[in-house]
């Protein structure tokens, strides 16, 4: 049977992957003639054979769509074409939005010979400068052949983001040139990231060249925020959609961090009522998106503009009052826990790792008597330690534990100083979430504790 593809054209490649679109793999055979156990590819593919885990449906496609044997080479699924192949599992949340299920990754890190590499040559670039990103609807009652394929595409992430790729590469390779890849978080960068790989700590150890510590292997990958970026991007331009965008970074040699601060220098020392009046903006402080919006009037988005950077790595904006007495006023909250998700979520695809691996935007405001407006004090970036991590995620598995028993009333406290808790987050109580049980429960939240956050403030 001919190829239905040029191998050695990423055109060809795509248009062929573009079958799949608004379909499934089982559609898509059935148009092609390809039913029968019929090979496209040269390698003899077993049609029989079983495929499971993560990566089951990319090695799935690979052999059955694209008669590609699987391998685990550095070089491109594609090598001809210079072409990698990914795919990226969606979900769909129960407000219908779709999200990224999981991030995309893009190959384990040697730390043995990363360290004499640069971004250029390296293999990262060799190997994921052209990816075809196939997103499909992940369903564990369906099989592969019947999973929908909304999306489908080639991202260049030199082309679309250069200037935050490298420097996020640049980033996690200075970390282990300094002898500290045990100090490696995901949180540490925009939008590529270094995920842990192996299944439990111990036997996921490797060694580094320039400190006698081991470290926990990691891989580069696209992280889950940049991943929803993506495709939220691809599906604006296959649907002809304008969204209007401002960059921060339109240099090299600029540091968001700094060109953020620099922004919001000129209103420090200023009341909430002066800054809105300057701005132009409502003065509606129990707005949701009120501070959002200021920050983004203050960076020059008009309300019907987005900042790239912030969509792109979701940045955190959060407040921080500081009261009369140089204390936080209260713990910091985050999404609702959704009580029937989180016990088959593993620690580092859960909701909570996702928020606590971005970037963080603090817009701290403090006064000096209970009678005072608020001013701004200072604004900062921060991202957790790997260290602090640590320490939240016995949180997590405490409630996900609880939850999947039925307990819903001995989650961890504030007062058991464990950087974070659990606690009602509901405007009243009938305020209430499904739970796995088929009860309903009151709906709760992960907090981050005041005075961990005096702390962060403290040190920064």
């Given at each position: 049977m001919p190829y239905l593809y040029d191998a050695n054209?990423?055109?060809?490649?795509?248009?062929f992957a573009r079958m799949l679109e608004d379909s499934c793999v089982a559609e898509a055979l059935d148009t092609n003639a390809m039913y029968g156990g019929m090979p496209i590819g040269e390698a003899s593919i077993e049609w029989d054979k079983e495929y499971s885990g993560k990566g089951g449906f990319g090695q799935y496609l690979e052999e059955v769509y694209f008669g590609k044997r699987n391998n685990s080479l550095s070089k491109a699924d594609f090598e001809e074409a210079g072409l990698e192949l990914k795919t990226a599992p969606l979900k769909k949340l129960s407000n219908g939005e779709v999200r990224a299920k999981e991030r995309i990754v893009l190959g384990l890190m040697d730390f043995m010979t990363i360290v004499?590499?640069?971004?250029?040559?390296?293999h990262f670039i060799a190997k994921n400068i052209d990816i075809l990103l196939v997103f499909y609807f992940h369903d564990p009652l369906k099989e592969y052949c019947n999973l929908g394929i909304p999306l489908v595409d080639i991202w260049n992430c030199i082309q679309e983001d250069e200037y935050q790729i490298r420097k996020d590469w640049e980033y996690i390779v200075n970390k282990v040139q300094e002898g500290r890849a045990h100090e490696i978080s995901e949180g540490d960068t925009l939008y590529l990231g270094a995920c842990t790989k192996g299944a439990t700590k111990e036997t996921a150890q490797r060694m580094q060249p320039y400190s006698p510590l081991l470290a926990h292997a990691r891989a580069f990958c696209f992280k889950i925020q940049y991943v929803?970026?993506?495709?939220?991007?691809?599906?604006?331009?296959?649907?002809?959609?304008?969204?209007?965008?401002?960059?921060?970074?339109n240099s090299p040699g600029n540091e968001l961090e700094q060109i953020v601060k620099n922004k919001f220098l000129p209103y420090i020392g200023m009341n909430v009522l002066m800054i809105c009046t300057l701005l132009k903006i409502p003065f509606k402080l129990k707005s949701k998106n009120f501070y959002a919006m200021v920050t983004k009037r203050i960076l020059g988005a008009e309300d019907t503009q987005q900042i790239y950077e912030f969509e792109a790595a979701d940045i955190q904006i959060k407040t921080i009052r500081i009261e009369p007495n140089g204390k936080c006023k209260e713990s910091m909250s985050f999404k609702q826990i959704r009580y029937e998700e989180i016990i088959d979520q593993e620690w580092e695809d859960s909701d909570f790792y996702v928020e606590l691996t971005s970037k963080f935007f603090f817009i701290v405001f403090k006064h000096d008597h209970p009678e005072d407006p608020y001013i701004l004090d200072r604004v900062l970036f921060w991202n957790m330690p790997e260290t602090d991590l640590q320490v939240v995620k016995q949180v997590w598995l405490d409630a996900q534990q609880k939850i999947s028993s039925g307990n819903y009333e001995n989650f961890v406290k504030s007062s058991d100083r464990k950087i974070a808790h659990v606690r009602p987050h509901a405007?009243?109580?009938?305020?209430?979430?499904?739970?796995?049980?088929?009860?309903?429960e009151k709906k709760k939240s992960f907090w981050l504790n005041r005075n961990y956050i005096m702390e962060i403030l403290n040190n920064n």
């Open positions: 054209s990423k055109e060809s490649i795509c248009d004499h590499e640069n971004f250029d040559t390296s929803n970026h993506i495709y939220q991007i691809l599906l604006d331009r296959k649907k002809d959609r304008f969204v209007s965008y401002i960059h921060m970074l405007t009243d109580s009938s305020d209430v979430m499904r739970t796995p049980q088929g009860t309903y």
